[in-house]
Antibody, heavy 121, light 107 residues
Framework: QVQLVQSGADVKKPGASVKLSCKAS????????LHWVRQAPGQGLAWMGL????????SYSQKFQGRVAMTWDTSTSTVYMELSSLRSDDTAVYYC??????????????WGQGTVVTVSS | DIQMTQSPSSLSASVGDRVTITCRAS??????LNWYQQKPGKAPKLLIY???SLQSGVPSRFSGSGSGTDFTLTISSLQPEDFASYYC?????????FGQGTKVEIK
């Protein structure tokens, strides 16, 4: 079935970097944009950026510009998101999501299970 | 960036109630508006795309309407499994911004 499977929970110290993975299966990997969305404890959803697996082009939220990098590996149908210079307020659940295009719009129809990242000294 | 404003932030309702959540965009987004449901500890789930199209497998008690800047999600008869948080999202341009969410609680 179509699914996105994310890497496991991680704990990092302030100032460190974290690299998360999101492995796609059940569909043609290069046919859909993949996005990253995060959710801090008790907060709403915040879009971080997207990657186009056809050629690797990216677009990042200004909030994370300079700290985030999204990469991909077509051979394993995996997208990666690295966030650097971690702070305590980066503690959150990080989701990857596939964007599907319908005739009349586009939406995140498949989501990964989420990865909990805790930043603590 | 396009700002998305939902109201109310939370509401209390009973099983069987009709519930309406509104979402306003800071600029026109045509019908590039989606609605998601999120339960505690779970990933969001797509309910409605393109303002009014029901995602496959979603019960017909959920409906969406609107265009331009003003949108509505309606649950015609609230069921126990519908107690959750709901988010609108614009897909008109990047960044793909979300509303702040509406928590639907049991009265």
């Amino acid at each position: 079935q179509v699914q996105l499977v994310q890497s496991g929970a991680d704990v990092k110290k302030p100032g460190a970097s974290v690299k998360l993975s999101c492995k796609a299966s059940g569909y043609t990997f290069t046919s859909f944009y993949l996005h990253w969305v995060r959710q801090a404890p008790g907060q709403g959803l915040a879009w971080m950026g997207l990657l186009d697996p056809r050629g690797g082009s990216t677009s990042y939220s200004q909030k994370f510009q300079g700290r985030v990098a999204m990469t991909w590996d077509t051979s394993t149908s995996t997208v990666y998101m690295e966030l650097s210079s971690l702070r305590s307020d980066d503690t959150a659940v990080y989701y990857c999501a596939r964007e599907s295009y319908y005739g009349s719009g586009n939406a995140f129809d498949i989501w990964g299970q989420g990865t909990v990242v805790t930043v603590s000294s | 960036d396009i700002q998305m404003t939902q109201s109310p932030s939370s509401l209390s309702a009973s099983v069987g109630d009709r519930v309406t959540i509104t979402c306003r965009a800071s600029q026109t987004i045509s019908t590039y508006l989606n609605w998601y449901q999120q339960k505690p500890g779970k990933a969001p789930k797509l309910l409605i795309y393109a303002a009014s199209s029901l995602q496959s497998g979603v019960p017909s008690r959920f409906s969406g309407s609107g265009s331009g800047t003003d949108f509505t999600l309606t649950i015609s008869s609230l069921q126990p499994e519908d107690f959750a948080s709901y988010y609108c999202q614009q897909s008109f341009k990047t960044p793909r911004t979300f509303g702040q969410g509406t928590k639907v609680e049991i009265k």
